[in-house]
C-alpha cells in the first residue's frame, strides 16, 4: 500500500481545461528537445482539419511541460491553445513524458479503425483480413491495397480514411509475394514489390508464375537495394534461359 509520504512525491492534476490565444505566456523549458519543422508540418495539417483535440501539459511558471509542436501549430494557424496546469512539474517529467511514450503502431490505427461505429470500418477490416490470407508486412499490406508509390498509404491509414484502389490487383500480386518468400526474403521487401508492379506494368505480357518459378531455381539472380535495381534482377531472372525472341526488354531500354 501507498502510506502519505509516498502520495506526496506524486503530482496532482487539478484544475479544468482552459483556452487562450495569448500566445506569449507559454514558455519553453531550457533542457527540452527542440522543435521539429517537419512534425509541425504534419501536426498543423491535422489540427487544421480536426482541431486542437489533445490539450498542452504546462506548469504553475507556463512552461510547456507536452505539447510544444502544439503550441507552434495554434500559434501559426491563429486559434485558441488549449492547455491544462500541472503544478510542480518539470525537465524531468518531460524526459519521463518522452521516454515512456509509445507511439501508435500499425495494430493500433487498425484496431481503432475497426470499430463498428465507425464510418470506414469495413476497409479496415478488409486491410486486416488482406494482411492475414497474405501473411504480409504491414507497410506491403497498404502499398498494394492503396497503388500509393509515394508514402504506401500510410497518411490516410493513420487519419481512417483509406481507400482501397484495386483489389484484384492487390490479391494478385499478394498471392505472388507469398509464392515468393519460399524461396527469397525479398518477398517482403517494399521495394521488391514496387519493382515487381513495375515490370509487370512496362511488360504486360510477362508471365507472374514464370517469375515465382525462377526465382525458385534461381533466388540467388535476385539482388538489390533500390526498386531499379530490383527490376532490373527481377527481368533478368525472368529471361534466363528463355529463347532470345522471348526476352523481356531491360527497363533501360524500354525507357530510352
Given at each position: 500500500?501507498?502510506?502519505d509520504?509516498?502520495?506526496?512525491?506524486y503530482i496532482?492534476v487539478?484544475g479544468?481545461?482552459?483556452?487562450?490565444?495569448d500566445?506569449?505566456?507559454f514558455k519553453?523549458?531550457?533542457?527540452?528537445?527542440?522543435?521539429?519543422p517537419?512534425?509541425?508540418?504534419?501536426?498543423?495539417?491535422?489540427?487544421k482539419?480536426?482541431?486542437?483535440?489533445v490539450?498542452?501539459?504546462?506548469?504553475?511558471r507556463?512552461?510547456?511541460?507536452?505539447?510544444?509542436?502544439?503550441v507552434?501549430?495554434?500559434?501559426?494557424?491563429q486559434?485558441?491553445?488549449?492547455?491544462?496546469?500541472?503544478?510542480?512539474?518539470?525537465l524531468?517529467?518531460?524526459?519521463?513524458i518522452?521516454?515512456?511514450?509509445k507511439?501508435?503502431?500499425?495494430?493500433?490505427?487498425?484496431?481503432?479503425?475497426?470499430?463498428p461505429?465507425?464510418?470506414n470500418s469495413r476497409?479496415?477490416?478488409?486491410?486486416?483480413?488482406?494482411?492475414e490470407?497474405?501473411?504480409?508486412?504491414?507497410?506491403?499490406?497498404?502499398f498494394?491495397?492503396?497503388?500509393n508509390?509515394?508514402d504506401?498509404?500510410l497518411?490516410?491509414?493513420?487519419?481512417?480514411?483509406?481507400?482501397?484502389?484495386?483489389r484484384?490487383k492487390?490479391?494478385?500480386?499478394?498471392?505472388?509475394?507469398?509464392?515468393?518468400?519460399?524461396?527469397?526474403k525479398?518477398g517482403r521487401?517494399?521495394?521488391?514489390?514496387?519493382?515487381?508492379?513495375?515490370?509487370?506494368?512496362?511488360?504486360?505480357?510477362m508471365?507472374?508464375?514464370r517469375?515465382?518459378?525462377?526465382?525458385g531455381?534461381?533466388?540467388?539472380?535476385?539482388?538489390?537495394?533500390t526498386?531499379?535495381e530490383?527490376?532490373?534482377s527481377?527481368?533478368?531472372?525472368?529471361?534466363?534461359?528463355?529463347?532470345k525472341?522471348?526476352?523481356?526488354?531491360?527497363r533501360?531500354?524500354?525507357?530510352?
Amino acid at each position: 500500500m501507498t502510506d502519505d509520504k509516498d502520495k506526496n512525491k506524486y503530482i496532482s492534476v487539478r484544475g479544468t481545461i482552459k483556452f487562450t490565444s495569448d500566445y506569449s505566456i507559454f514558455k519553453k523549458v531550457r533542457g527540452n528537445r527542440r522543435v521539429y519543422p517537419l512534425q509541425v508540418a504534419k501536426l498543423l495539417l491535422r489540427i487544421k482539419a480536426r482541431g486542437q483535440k489533445v490539450p498542452v501539459i504546462v506548469n504553475e511558471r507556463m512552461e510547456i511541460i507536452d505539447g510544444q509542436h502544439r503550441v507552434e501549430v495554434c500559434t501559426q494557424l491563429q486559434i485558441p491553445i488549449m492547455y491544462l496546469v500541472v503544478h510542480g512539474a518539470k525537465l524531468e517529467d518531460i524526459k519521463d513524458i518522452n521516454n515512456c511514450s509509445k507511439l501508435w503502431g500499425f495494430d493500433d490505427y487498425q484496431r481503432c479503425y475497426s470499430r463498428p461505429e465507425h464510418k470506414n470500418s469495413r476497409t479496415y477490416l478488409t486491410i486486416q483480413s488482406f494482411k492475414e490470407k497474405y501473411s504480409l508486412p504491414s507497410a506491403i499490406t497498404l502499398f498494394l491495397l492503396s497503388g500509393n508509390t509515394h508514402d504506401l498509404g500510410l497518411a490516410d491509414f493513420r487519419d481512417g480514411i483509406f481507400k482501397i484502389e484495386d483489389r484484384e490487383k492487390a490479391d494478385r500480386f499478394g498471392n505472388v509475394l507469398k509464392k515468393l518468400r519460399k524461396f527469397h526474403k525479398a518477398g517482403r521487401s517494399v521495394r521488391f514489390a514496387k519493382a515487381l508492379i513495375n515490370d509487370k506494368r512496362i511488360h504486360p505480357n510477362m508471365n507472374l508464375e514464370r517469375v515465382i518459378k525462377q526465382v525458385g531455381k534461381y533466388p540467388n539472380k535476385i539482388q538489390g537495394q533500390t526498386v531499379l535495381e530490383f527490376e532490373d534482377s527481377i527481368l533478368d531472372c525472368y529471361n534466363h534461359q528463355l529463347p532470345k525472341k522471348l526476352k523481356l526488354s531491360n527497363r533501360k531500354t524500354v525507357t530510352k
